[in-house]
């Protein structure tokens, strides 16, 4: 993407009505004039989120793209309108709250207690706001009516998708049969919530919550930090800006000590309840790859690669990596678990000694890491040093060919 900046409002102006903007949807696009002139339109009807969205957005509930949204309003003009979809338990919060804070007659609540349900809140959404078409967030309310959900109750976007019959450039039509079996699953649920919520209301009008706010969060420090980085050009010179304020191996011993320590053999091994609880709430990582899939480096299987975190939780991890490939030119793109990768980028880092090539692990071949490593299942690697010792000068000569042949290129 160009570094396309803008010095006035007559440049933008000038610029939109014969270009278009990545990532971004103006009404005077070349995009939306070609879309006003294919449905014979008067004219455009847009508001916010369809103007900062791309053109090829996608409505998350019925899958349909801008062109199959758009559609003629009773004025002839093409109504392009996207809408933040979101959960009411931030308004159920906040009313009960008010509630139970009134009916004590005296008011002990103060700004923390309201604080406190607005954090709340995040946790007791069924569902994150999202954007969906005007047509969805219409057909949502028609649901609720026609299946006579409870007034607080929402459909998740995945729902909505369930119970709408989708077509192009009109209103969507509601299966109320599905609607109402989508409500009926869910309905014990949502009043479970409703009954937590109604709780935590009560907790925070009583002024007993436990939110205990800070001067200044760790958050709010780091988005300055940020801010002074970037101003300072800092983050222009580096992947981890940060890095280059401080010291951050100042008792790292020799380049090599990271791999010389004593690997101990893991004593917990996950049973299949754990791994059934890893795979409910990180399923994401765990399909990553394929169930029978095996580390091509370690020939470790998923279950071997699982292993007990810091936090104290059973963790999978699958990363794509590059490694070297037939030659300087070319990487090899490949998928390694967790140990295997971190060794390719440790290793790598340590033979270049601190050369500006990125990332470190395209001077390692994918059978020379598995001469080195040793697997352990449900823990970290152990490596053989002696024959790490030899490799790591053959990678550091190949990090030197590497860089010649990039400089080559770019005279």
Known sequence: MSKLRFESIEQLEQYICENNLIGLDPEKSKNMQDMMTSFSAKGL???????????????????????????????????????????????????????????QGVIVADENSEKFIKRAAYGLAAFDKTLICSDCNKADADAKKLSRTDDDFSFSPREIGRFIIVRSNQEHIVDVSIASAI?????????????????????????????QPSKQTSTQVERM???????????????????????????????????????????????????????????????????????????RGKIDCVYFSKNKSWVFEAKNIELYGVDVDETLRITLCNDCANAALQFGREAIEGKNLYPPSIVLKLEELKAIIVANPHGAHDYRNDVADIFVLTWHARAICILESKNCIHQ
Not at 46 to 62: G, Q, S
Not at 279 to 289: M, Y
Request: glycine share 4%; charged share 30%; with cysteine.
């Open 45 to 103: 009807h847009l508001n916010k989120w369809w103007a900062i969205t791309p053109f090829d957005w996608k409505c998350e509930a019925c899958g349909r793209v801008k062109k199959d949204i758009a559609r003629l309003n009773k004025h002839g003009y093409l109504t392009c309108h996207l809408h933040e979809h979101h959960d009411h338990a931030d308004r159920i919060l906040k009313r009960e709250f008010e509630f139970f804070s009134k009916a």
């Open 225 to 299: 930090a940020i801010y002074h980085i970037r101003q300072y050009g800092i983050s222009n010179l580096s992947s981890e800006p940060e890095k280059l304020l401080y010291n951050s191996v100042v008792f790292a011993g020799d380049k090599a000590s990271w791999r010389r320590n004593k690997i101990y053999r893991p004593k917990k091994i996950p049973s299949d309840m754990d791994i059934k609880h890893l795979i409910g709430i990180r399923g994401k990582l765990w399909f990553k790859v394929n169930e029978d899939w095996i580390c091509p480096c370690c020939q």
């Open 183 to 211: 409500w009926s699953d869910g309905k014990n649920v949502f009043e479970k919530r409703l009954r937590l919520i109604r709780d935590l209301a009560r907790i925070a009008a009583e002024n007993l919550h436990w939110y």
